[in-house]
């Protein structure tokens, strides 16, 4: 199966300041990758989608300015949480989606990052 | 995309078949219905999908219904390593289009 890493697997950071998670996939290329957010006991809730060399689309509620994506090449998108505040702390995962047609219905999930904001 | 219901959760006997059940009775003709599962503090992982005909692989079987409206989820012989919550997801197509929008699944516990 296909693998997609995510980095860092774990961060703290202090209150107001900016945290960047990478989401590889490593060998694949994805033209699509999702960011999903998951609070404790939970379900996941999809955050944006993001499609290589254009702007992601944010699910309604959701900070555009505050969760900044970059989808720079078929196999990286980095989502970067800016001045970030407790209430930001959470289970980050990203997703990808192949880039060839007949792969096209399949999604692999990153192991995903635990963010927390003191 | 059509929404799912599944019950929030289920036991089975270790080396027992578990049935998944989910209930998408607004699903559309073109929407496949994907079955992943998340193991505590991990990523989802994909388990397999359908369209309208049953499928197998090495992991589970997938029973959908002839209306589509509702389908199962089959793990064969379950494992402790099986213990995880199962989510059902119907998403629009097969091309490169669709988002995956997780419920709340079913927590599936495995007991010795």
């Known amino acids: 199966g296909a693998v997609v890493s995510q980095h860092p697997s774990r961060v703290i950071c202090k209150s107001g300041t900016s945290v960047k998670i990478e989401c590889r996939s490593l060998?694949?290329?994805?033209?699509?990758m999702f960011w999903y957010r998951q609070f404790p006991k939970q379900s996941l809730m999809l955050m944006a989608t993001s499609n290589e060399g254009s702007k992601a689309t944010y699910e309604q509620g959701v900070e555009k300015d505050k969760f900044l994506i970059n989808h720079a090449s078929l196999t990286l998108s980095t989502l970067t949480v800016t001045s970030a505040h407790p209430e930001d702390s959470s289970f980050y995962i990203c997703?990808?989606?192949?880039?060839?047609?007949?792969?096209?219905?399949?999604?692999?999930f990153g192991p995903g990052t635990r963010l927390t904001v003191t | 995309d059509a929404k799912t219901t599944q019950p929030p959760s289920m036991d089975c006997a270790e080396g027992r078949a578990a049935n998944l059940p989910c209930n998408h009775s607004t699903i559309s003709g073109n929407e496949y219905v994907y079955w992943y599962r998340q193991i505590h503090s991990q990523g989802p992982q994909y388990i397999i999908h359908?369209?309208?005909n049953n499928e197998t692989n090495e992991m589970a079987s997938l029973i959908i219904t002839e209306d589509r409206k509702s389908s199962t989820l089959i793990l064969p012989h379950a494992t402790l390593r099986d213990t995880a919550v199962y989510y059902c997801i119907v998403r629009f197509g097969s091309g490169n289009t669709g988002k995956l929008i997780f419920g709340q699944g079913t927590t599936l516990q495995v007991k010795p």
């Open positions: 359908g369209l309208k």
């Open positions: 997703s990808a989606r192949p880039a060839t047609d007949y792969r096209a219905y399949e999604q692999y």
């Open positions: 060998d694949f290329q994805a033209t699509t």
